[in-house]
């Protein structure tokens, strides 16, 4: 990192695990998440929002419990886990869009399984990614955006009259552009070029890693939707900072490689990253961009999303 940015502590608002621990395992201990929280802070970061993915109602809502219990019961893990993000599991099923996430989890939205897994948050629960064409007439789209929550479209394939419903209703982000879609999709009517003609009403996130997305496509992604409507995430599994080998999330296997690709275990498709944020922000800087820049995508950026001041 450059002298400008030594002095800068990061936001990550999408962490599933982090330094060996699963957030999403149903054996994550609190003192897991104390080791979990040391190591965040050793590479840089100030906040993050823990991440639980799709599974059964009833194992995200003991994920979650866990996660209130944690910072409960230790002061340096409520400082770091600053939040929750509930990502799934109102998301489009079909292969491709699912990504990572069991698809026989993925659910349409509905008030009441929304609201179970809210109240296993215990009030935690700063951002919610669903599918906006999985949400009949924007119900929990409009619910929670009136209660303060972010709501985020993700592993998803709306058109665009359905994101622009969305974004009347409340949507005002995307979790991490240019994945949760296929490798193979129309080459101009697709989700990307949409959320990119609407991102003056969203903010954007993209996983900057070089493997999700190659770096000379993340560039040009930031510079048409402006970087003041842009950030980046590690998208961070067990595996983080921890080098190529076998990791789990939410019960899967990971295998990350040596270029710290994180594949399933039949390498079909790619499981969050094995990325820290120092890592992403080395990348940034050969992007050539300047400390302004990257600290706005690392920073200033995500606490504005949330409706933080940095």
């Not at 002298?3 to 999408?14: E, H």
């Not at 809210?118 to 990614?129: C, E, K, P, S």
């Not at 929990?140 to 592993?155: E, M, Q, Y």
Request: aromatic share 4%; charged share 20%.
């Amino acid at each position: 990192m450059t002298n400008d940015l030594n002095q800068t502590r990061f936001v990550d608002l999408q962490v599933n695990g982090y330094g060996g621990i699963d957030f999403n395992s149903d054996n994550v201990t609190a003192d897991d998440f104390r080791v979990a929280c040391s190591s965040l802070v050793k590479d840089g970061i100030e906040c993050v929002l823990a991440t639980i993915i799709t599974d059964s109602l009833p194992a995200m809502e003991r994920r979650l419990s866990a996660i209130v219990h944690a910072r409960d019961a230790d002061g340096d893990v409520r400082r770091v886990l600053t939040g929750i993000h509930i990502e799934g599991p109102f998301l489009n099923e079909t292969a491709g869009y699912i990504g990572a996430h069991p698809h026989e989890h993925a659910l349409p939205a509905s008030d009441d399984a929304m609201q179970r897994l809210l109240d296993a948050a215990g009030g935690l629960t700063r951002i919610v990614t669903l599918a906006p064409e999985r949400d009949e007439k924007q119900r929990v789209t409009r619910k929670l955006s009136d209660s303060g929550i972010v709501v985020s479209a993700g592993h998803c394939n709306p058109t665009l009259d359905e994101l622009d419903a969305a974004i009347d209703a409340g949507l005002s982000m995307f979790t991490h552009l240019g994945n949760g879609c296929p490798l193979q999709q129309h080459r101009h009517d697709n989700i990307v070029q949409r959320v990119l003609s609407r991102s003056s009403n969203l903010m954007i996130g993209f996983i900057a890693d070089g493997v999700h997305v190659p770096l000379f496509a993340l560039q040009n992604y930031i510079k048409c939707a402006g970087f003041d409507r842009c950030f980046v995430v590690t998208d961070a599994i067990s595996a983080a900072g921890q080098g190529p080998g076998e990791y789990q999330l939410a019960g899967q296997t990971v295998v990350v490689d040596e270029q710290l690709a994180t594949w399933t275990a039949d390498k079909s498709h790619l499981v969050g990253s094995a990325s820290t944020m120092p890592h992403l922000v080395a990348n940034l800087q050969s992007m050539q961009f300047d400390s302004i820049q990257i600290e706005a995508l690392t920073r200033t950026n995500p606490l504005k999303a949330i409706g933080q001041a940095p």
